[in-house]
């Protein structure tokens, strides 16, 4: 069964600063996809960034990079100048469809507080 | 820009009773799906839906829970006899080719 894992439950950078988020996963599929979703205090869920694994290049968006590490199975998010508004739980998901479906996998989330 | 919406936002309800949550998804999405996250905890799959029926459920989504399309709009989460531990915020999402799945801004489930 796929798994991920979030070890980092809190951390918090100062403004302007970069953080960076880990995620690990464990899947015996080639093809998934991998996710990292923002979750402010209304608990809605905002897409962030995604990351193909047939892809090698790493995916960014605009102050949010990603290092994919296939064969690590790694899938860390990189946070450049960080604002305020970066201030939000992040999960991060793996997706594969081991079954037939597309299902979304989550890890149990890091905790990132942004200080002025 | 399209986005899924849930309703209600907040549900208060007391144990034994059923509960209805709904969504509408995007419209032209074909795949939809029901999400679980207690407070504190992880998001959670519950059940899938594709061409009018469930492709796949958890655990989690026994016979206590149902879902259903009733027209071309609404995507419906029944609960027939809550229990307190199906308080839990749940996130309707869709998704046009099951990849890329859009989630809703959730349900909060109260159970007294």
């Known amino acids: 069964a796929q798994t991920v894992t979030q070890s980092q439950p809190e951390m918090s950078v100062q403004e302007a600063e970069t953080v960076t988020l880990s995620c690990t996963y464990d899947?015996?599929?080639?093809?998934?996809?991998l996710f990292w979703y923002k979750q402010p205090p209304s608990r809605q869920m905002i897409l962030v960034i995604r990351?193909?694994?047939?892809?090698?290049q790493n995916a960014t968006e605009n102050r949010f990079s990603v290092n994919f590490q296939k064969a690590a199975k790694s899938f860390s998010l990189k946070i450049s100048d960080s604002q305020l508004g970066d201030t939000a739980m992040y999960f991060c998901a793996f997706v594969g469809r081991p079954s037939g479906t597309y299902k979304y996998i989550f890890g149990t989330g890091t905790r990132l507080k942004v200080l002025a | 820009e399209p986005e899924v919406t849930q309703t209600p936002s907040h549900q208060v309800t007391q144990m034994g009773q059923e509960v209805i949550l709904r969504c509408v998804p995007i419209s032209n999405h074909l795949y939809f799906y029901w999400y679980r996250q207690i407070l504190g905890q992880k998001v959670e799959f519950l059940v899938s839906f594709y061409n009018n029926e469930i492709s796949e459920k958890s655990e989690i989504f026994d016979d206590q829970f149902s879902v259903e399309r009733p027209d071309g709009s609404n995507f419906t989460l029944k609960i027939r006899s809550t229990k307190l531990e199906d308080s839990a915020m749940y996130f309707c999402?869709?998704?046009?080719?099951?990849?890329?799945?859009?989630f809703g801004p959730g349900t909060r489930l109260t159970v007294l």
């Open positions: 999402a869709s998704s046009e080719e099951g990849v890329e799945q859009f």
């Open positions: 990351q193909e694994a047939y892809k090698q």
């Open positions: 899947t015996s599929e080639n093809n998934y996809y």
